[in-house]
C-alpha cells in the first residue's frame, strides 16, 4: 500500500509559467514533508520542506503548500525555469514518532520545462 | 560543510556474487545514516537506517544486509547477488536530533547479469 502519492508521472509545462506539483499521503502520523529533485543518475537534492503545524513554506521561487484535512501537498515553482525539469520525489515522515525512521517517498513525477 | 560520498559509482556484477557499497559522511558527528534503493517506477525505497555504530535497523526483508564499522561509514552488502538486486542505490545522512531532512549522496548504479 503506498503511502506517500504523486498521481502524475509526468508534467510540462511553459517556461515562466507556474508549475503545480502535487502530492497526496494516507499516513495520518506523518508530520513532515519534504520536495526532493532529481536529475538522472544522481542523487536528490533536497528543495523545500513543510511541518505539519504549518500550511505554507517559501523559499525563492518554490512554494509548498500543506492541507492536512485533505492530506494533501503542493510544490508551485514560479517562474518555471529550463534548468527544474527533473524528476521530484515527495516525502514524508512520522519524525514526532521518535528514533531516526527514514523517509516515505512517492514515485516521482517528471517536470519538464518547455522553452 | 558536510559532504557524503558513495563508491563506486557504477557496477556491474553476476549473479551469485558478493556485493560491498561503501558510503562516508564528512563534515558531521554522530549522523544518521539511510540506504535506499531507486528501482523502476517504484520511486525511493528504504533498505536500512542506522542512529550509531553497530546499530542497524532493516526496512524490508531481502539477501542485502548493511553495517556501520564507524560513525560516518555506513556499508551495503550482500554474499550472492540477485537479478532483482539491479538498482540506484543511494545513500544519505540526517542530523541525529531533530534531522527531519535528509541529504543524500550522488549514488551507485548496479547491474546484476
Known amino acids: 500500500d503506498q503511502q506517500v502519492k504523486q498521481n502524475s508521472p509526468s508534467l510540462s509545462v511553459q517556461e515562466g509559467r507556474i508549475s503545480i506539483l502535487n502530492c497526496d499521503y494516507t499516513n495520518s502520523m506523518f508530520d513532515y514533508f519534504l520536495w526532493y529533485k532529481k536529475y538522472p543518475a544522481e542523487g536528490p537534492t533536497f528543495l523545500i520542506s513543510?511541518?505539519?503545524?504549518?500550511d505554507k513554506n517559501e523559499d525563492g521561487r518554490f512554494t509548498v503548500f500543506l492541507n492536512k484535512s485533505a492530506k494533501h501537498l503542493s510544490l508551485h515553482i514560479v517562474p518555471s525555469q529550463p534548468g527544474d525539469s527533473a524528476v521530484y520525489f515527495c516525502?514524508?515522515?512520522?519524525?514526532?514518532?521518535?528514533?531516526?525512521?527514514?523517509?516515505?517517498f512517492g514515485k516521482g513525477t517528471h517536470l519538464i520545462i518547455q522553452p | 560543510s558536510q559532504t557524503i560520498h558513495q563508491w563506486p559509482a557504477t557496477l556491474v556484477q553476476p549473479v551469485g556474487s558478493p556485493l560491498s557499497l561503501e558510503c562516508t559522511v564528512e563534515?558531521?558527528?554522530?549522523?544518521?545514516l539511510y540506504w535506499y534503493r531507486q528501482a523502476a517506477g517504484r520511486g525511493l525505497q528504504l533498505l536500512f537506517y542506522?542512529?550509531?555504530?553497530?546499530?542497524i535497523s532493516s526496512e524490508v526483508p531481502q539477501n542485502l544486509s548493511a553495517s556501520r564499522p564507524q560513525d560516518r561509514q555506513f556499508i551495503l552488502s550482500s554474499k550472492k547477488l540477485l537479478l532483482s538486486d539491479s538498482g540506484f542505490y543511494l545513500c544519505?545522512?540526517?542530523?541525529?536530533?531533530?534531522?527531519?531532512?535528509?541529504?543524500f549522496g550522488p549514488g551507485t548504479r548496479l547491474l546484476v547479469l
Open positions: 544519505a545522512w540526517s542530523v541525529q536530533l531533530g534531522g527531519e531532512t535528509q541529504y
Open positions: 542506522s542512529v550509531g555504530i553497530g546499530q
Open positions: 516525502a514524508a515522515s512520522d519524525y514526532s514518532g521518535g528514533g531516526a525512521d527514514g523517509l516515505t
Open positions: 563534515g558531521t558527528s554522530n549522523p544518521n
Open positions: 513543510i511541518s505539519s503545524i504549518k
